[in-house]
């Protein structure tokens, strides 16, 4: 079984920077595959995607964050990492984590970030 241990959350002020950490603990040694994505939720809003990294490399991020945010892993693959720069209020949301590759998906319990003065 894989825990993902999500922290680095709190509250800042418009324009400054945050970086949340995911971690991966149990047996993730053997898993093939993995990409890993950032998601937020808000009060009242759909779950969004802000960050994919695919296996092979490539990253994903929607307009809303382009330029802002930026995602990176370790070397072994074990964390991953969401660099947030230049926050605005309407970041404000509980931010998951997630592991996945073709038959398997791991979350993490979501760390909260507030963007306020």
């Known amino acids: 079984q894989v825990q993902l241990v999500e922290y680095g959350g709190g509250l800042v002020q418009p324009g400054g920077s945050l970086r949340l950490t995911c971690a991966a603990s149990g047996n993730s040694s053997n898993l093939n595959d993995r990409a890993w994505a950032w998601y937020r939720r808000a009060p009242e809003k759909e779950a969004e995607t802000v960050a994919r990294?695919?296996?092979?490399?490539?990253?994903y991020y929607p307009n809303s964050v382009m330029g802002r945010f930026t995602i990176s892993s370790d070397n072994d693959k074990t964390a991953v990492y969401l660099q947030m720069d230049s926050l605005k209020p309407e970041d404000t949301a509980v931010y998951y984590c997630?592991?996945?590759?073709?038959?398997?998906?791991?979350w993490g319990q979501g760390t909260q970030v507030t963007v306020s003065p």
């Open positions: 997630e592991l996945y590759g073709t038959d398997y998906e791991y």
């Open positions: 990294l695919m296996n092979n490399g490539q990253v």
